[in-house]
Nanobody, 120 residues
Framework: QVQLAESGGGLVQAGGSLRLSCAAS????????IAWFRQAPGKEREFVAA????????YYADSVKGRFTISRDNAKNTVYLQMNSLKPEDTAVYYC?????????????WGQGTQVTVSS
């Protein structure tokens, strides 16, 4: 089992920045990749960014490229999402999720989510 805990959400003005953290515990050694998803009220959950645990390769949704940066600290079993130039449309609950080496395609583990609100 892998447990994930997000932190760092909050209220920020448009153009501002926030950094989200996702701390992994439990069988963190089995993690294959960690991703950030977000869900705004009345909308479907959408992919934001992902990072491969072993290589550090990163992937981004087009809507956040150039503004968000995903990174990891293997020693702390933590993934970060640095969000710059925030827009009101970035307002959502942000979740981190993990795939494992034995289930590399499906995001089987999820955190509880952290609210990000961007005011105009």
């Amino acid at each position: 089992q892998v447990q994930l805990a997000e932190s760092g959400g909050g209220l920020v003005q448009a153009g501002g920045s926030l950094r989200l953290s996702c701390a992994a515990s439990g069988r963190a050694f089995s993690i294959n990749a960690i991703a950030w998803f977000r869900q705004a009220p009345g909308k479907e959950r959408e992919f934001v960014a992902a990072i491969k645990w072993s290589t550090g390769n990163t992937y981004y949704a087009d809507s956040v490229k150039g503004r968000f940066t995903i990174s990891r600290d293997n020693a702390k079993n933590t993934v970060y999402l640095q969000m710059n130039s925030l827009k009101p449309e970035d307002t959502a609950v942000y979740y981190c999720a993990a795939t494992t080496l034995t289930s590399p395609v499906h995001y089987d583990y999820w955190g509880q989510g952290t609210q990000v609100t961007v005011s105009s």
